[in-house]
């Protein structure tokens, strides 16, 4: 009897099939991508020595978002292009009355210019 017993407890301890993934992956996300988008995927995961979807899901969760401009941010761009004709408009009045008697106001302008791209260098996130 001892010999039967012994045979039954390392049968309930065996369960049939496959174990259990720890981890269950039960939702889809469906890409759509260029034949050129996916040989350079294929690749980079072939490289790595991973699968494709393992790959993937790597990739996606080590990306790196950059936020879209701000209200502000997009106010300064705007300035900047406006000092940018300002100081196109400057450069043709030098070439036709002289460029001494326009010399301070292109400082001035400059000095705005500068202030602004510092603004917006500081500002890189």
Do not use: Y
Not at 79 to 86: E, Y
Not at 106 to 121: G, M, P, R, V, Y
Request: proline share 3%; aromatic share 6%.
């Amino acid at each position: 009897m001892t010999g039967s017993s012994e045979k039954e407890k390392i049968q309930k301890k065996r369960l049939p099939g496959r174990p259990k993934k720890a981890v269950s992956r039960s939702d889809f996300l469906m890409v759509r991508l260029t034949p050129t988008e996916r040989v350079l995927i294929d690749g980079r995961a072939k490289k790595a020595g991973l699968k494709t979807s393992e790959w993937f899901r790597r990739a996606a969760k080590s990306a790196k978002i950059f936020p879209r401009f701000t209200v502000e941010e997009t106010g300064w761009f705007r300035m900047l292009a406006g000092l940018a004709n300002n100081l196109n408009q400057l450069t043709h009045l030098a070439h036709v009355a002289g460029l001494f008697s326009l010399a301070l106001k292109c400082q001035a302008l400059l000095k705005q210019i500068e202030d602004l791209l510092t603004k917006i260098s500081g500002h890189d996130g």
